[in-house]
């Protein structure tokens, strides 16, 4: 891989993962690249052949040299929310009034053991964990493409800033109901806010301190090599996505004297060993088995299962509306006919009568509005005949009856229809252009398919 070839997309990705996070290990690598070793980027042959060596003017290694080496590059192997202090931090929570809070108080803590250990391992590249005090501005940004002409959209206003950390919210407290359920009043910043459902996340931040030398732990040289953010769900963003099988990352530093740096992101997360995947499998196989188990449980033994060979209908219908008719205060008496070799337990009704609807207008039509439910359930068997021989179904019959202000009934019309093979809504058509609207769905227990109606 040629030094020479840059990463120029810094775009996040999105990873999955099943395995805890803390599992989850990253490797960065910074390097600087200042003028006086570009030189040893250049391939030989476009040395050339009478050019002086510039190592002969190299004075003899010291101390120092190794100093500068070693700020010139560093390596790293970082965990998830793993705390790594930077220049700034050390120098800031040795000041005991600087702390305010108890995590103040336990990064004193654990920096003074590292000062009495010899030092912290890192010098430039450190990290913010979920816990930090630290917003990175670019993520407020709402500019959805690298343009500068780029001019937010209407949506890209209304989402921004929609999807927030930490929105670990507790609804009830001693049984009481904190939050209002409804809103009559929201505000904009409370829609923008509750549009979309918040996934809880945690947020992780792989800083470099890119300061000259001997000015390291300034503010204004700090730069975010990479952010790490999980939820609940095992999504893993990164942004920008490993340098695997690509060129580093290059950054390039702001002000008088500018530097030009490097930088890869690899994931070093050990593999499972063989013995653990296979526990991992025992441990989800015996979780399946015991949540089947306890869904046998709510469903019970006394399931009753359908005779093989037979054909067992359940029909769930519903009398929607009816119109064209001349009087007013309609319901419809309704009855279903089972053919031979077809039969319904003896508790199942196979007939109905809806409520009196007093019609509306709608259009120039005059519509009575039932929305009456009914359900049956009927089985056919014969012992001969396959069920792909089927000539007969069953036949539902609808007589629509008016009654008026003298308590007299009117038979306004009447129709019959056989049962469709296939849901929907029908019309059963009665004399003279009336007609009385029918959804109905069907479950066979043959073919396992269900028919949704309307």
């Given amino acids: 891989m040629a030094d020479s070839g840059w990463s120029t997309d810094t775009g996040e990705a999105v990873y999955r993962s099943r395995d805890p996070v803390r599992n989850f290990r990253l ?28 190592g002969t003017f190299n ?40 702390c305010q809070t108890p995590l103040d108080h336990q990064y004193r803590q654990e920096i003074l053991k590292l000062e009495a250990s010899g030092g912290r391992r890192n010098r430039r590249i450190f990290t913010y964990t979920d816990s930090d005090r630290y917003t990175n501005l670019e993520e407020h940004s709402q500019k959805m493409t690298t343009s500068d002409s780029e001019v937010p959209s209407f949506l890209v206003e209304r989402m921004a800033n929609v999807r927030r950390r930490r929105q670990d919210r507790r609804g009830l407290e001693g049984g009481i109901l904190k939050s209002r359920i409804i809103t009559w009043e929201p505000s904009e910043e409370f829609i923008r806010s509750n549009h979309v459902i918040n996934t809880p996340l945690q947020t992780m931040y792989i800083m470099a301190d ?60 050990s593999p499972a060993q063989r013995e653990e995947e ?23 033994s006394d399931f009753e299962m359908a005779v093989p060979g037979s054909l067992r209908l359940f029909v769930n ?62 089985s056919f068997f014969h012992d001969t005949e396959a069920l792909e021989d089927l000539s007969q179904w069953p036949v539902l ?5 008016s009654l008026d202000f003298w308590q007299r009934y009117r038979v306004e019309g009447y ?33 396992k398919t269900t028919f949704l109606m309307c």
């Fill in 27 to 54: 490797r960065v690598h910074l390097q600087r690249v200042s003028s006086c070793n570009l030189l040893l980027y250049q391939s030989a042959p476009q040395l050339v052949n009478d050019l002086i060596n510039l």
């Fill in 59 to 98: 004075p003899p290694t010291s101390a120092s040299e190794h100093l500068r080496k070693g700020e010139d590059e560093e390596e790293v192997v970082i965990g998830w929310q793993e705390k790594l202090f930077s220049q700034f931090e050390v120098d800031l929570y040795q000041n005991e009034s600087a």
């Fill in 210 to 269: 890119l300061g000259p030398y001997g000015k390291l732990g300034q503010r204004d040289y700090e730069q975010v090599l990479c952010t790490l953010k999980v939820d609940s769900n095992g999504v893993i963003t990164v942004k920008p996505d490993f340098t695997d099988n690509r060129g580093p990352y290059r950054i390039v530093t702001e002000g008088e004297k500018q530097e030009l740096w490097k930088y890869t992101i690899k994931n070093v997360s």
């Fill in 278 to 300: 296979e526990r991992e499998q025992r441990v989800f196989k015996d979780l399946y088995g015991r949540h089947k188990e306890y869904l046998s449980s709510l469903v019970g």
């Fill in 317 to 378: 219908g519903e009398v929607v509306s009816a119109q064209g008719y001349e009087y007013d205060n309609l319901y419809v008496h309704f009855f279903v006919e089972l053919p031979e070799y077809w039969s319904s337990p003896s508790y199942q009704q196979l007939s109905g009568v809806t409520q009196t609807c007093v019609t509306k207008s709608v259009g120039m039509d005059e519509v009575a509005y039932f929305s009456y439910p009914f359900t049956f359930e009927a």
């Fill in 397 to 401: 019959y609808l007589e629509v009856i």
């Fill in 415 to 447: 129709g019959s229809i056989v049962l469709p093979t296939a849901p929907g809504p029908f019309w059963s058509l009665a004399p003279l252009g009336r007609r009385c609207r029918v959804c109905w769905k069907a479950e066979d227990s043959v073919s």
